[in-house]
Nanobody, 115 residues
Framework: VQLVESGGGLVQPGGSLRLSCAAS????????MGWYRQAPGKERKFVGR????????YAESVMKGRFTISRDNAKSTLYLQMNSLKPEDTALYYC?????????WGQGTQVTVSS
């Protein structure tokens, strides 16, 4: 299993980013996928999750309509669209899957929200 995130960067408050996670080594369309994030000095926290059919669940504290998770099963790619970004969204964002009996994580992509 390999998960490779991309799309992070530096963005001003109020801006947008779209993260991607390219997956390989398993049948992508058969598994729930998720996003987590870890802010500096804090624990990794759940952002949201999506079923193979596209049903999504988000952390209640999180996104309040600002973030949208989607997937393209044909491309084995997971997405996280982030709008109206705030400085407190600054974190390392990780892609996640529970597949083949184990949890798997990508290396993370850094999102920094700052003016």
């Amino acid at each position: 299993v390999q998960l490779v995130e991309s799309g992070g960067g530096l963005v001003q408050p109020g801006g947008s980013l779209r993260l991607s996670c390219a997956a390989s080594g398993f049948t992508f369309g058969g598994y729930d996928m998720g996003w987590y994030r870890q802010a500096p000095g804090k624990e990794r926290k759940f952002v949201g999750r999506i079923t193979p059919g596209g049903r999504t669940t988000y952390a209640e504290s999180v996104m309040k309509g600002r973030f949208t998770i989607s997937r393209d099963n044909a491309k084995s790619t997971l997405y996280l669209q982030m709008n109206s970004l705030k400085p407190e969204d600054t974190a390392l964002y990780y892609c996640w899957v529970l597949a083949l009996g184990s949890e798997h994580w990508g290396q993370g992509t850094q999102v920094t929200v700052s003016s």
